[in-house]
């Protein structure tokens, strides 16, 4: 299992987890989702539902990874498979992505 803290704008908005290459999840962070001036994090993930669930990576965080030959290349640099898709999302989307979403690993001494 693989989490990664989820981040808008520099505020912790929640945690993103792979318990398997089958079932995702994502939980906003209890403070981001109780407060009513924070917004989701994307459209398709509203503040109606503190958690969900998918087979896949969810769409929005999907969306965030390099596609083609810069997906190649950062997979062969970054010697990450280049299917892993969770794992290319926590190497490439720490800092400088396009929107207010950075997505940084939880460090497996940091408590969930």
Not at 32 to 61: A, C, G, H, I
């Amino acid at each position: 299992m693989r989490s990664a803290k989820v981040y808008y704008n520099g505020g912790l908005a929640g945690i993103l987890t792979e318990e398997s290459r089958h079932s995702f999840r994502f939980r906003y962070d209890d403070a981001w989702f109780s407060n009513d001036s924070k917004p989701p994090v994307s459209l398709t993930m509203p503040k109606n539902r503190q958690q969900y669930q998918n087979e896949f990576l969810f769409p929005f965080f999907f969306n965030m990874l390099s596609e083609g030959y810069n997906r190649k290349l950062q997979s062969k640099l970054l010697k990450i498979d280049e299917n892993d898709y969770f794992g290319l999302l926590m190497a490439t989307a720490g800092y400088d992505t396009i929107g207010a979403i950075t997505i940084k690993p939880v460090q497996t001494n940091e408590v969930e």
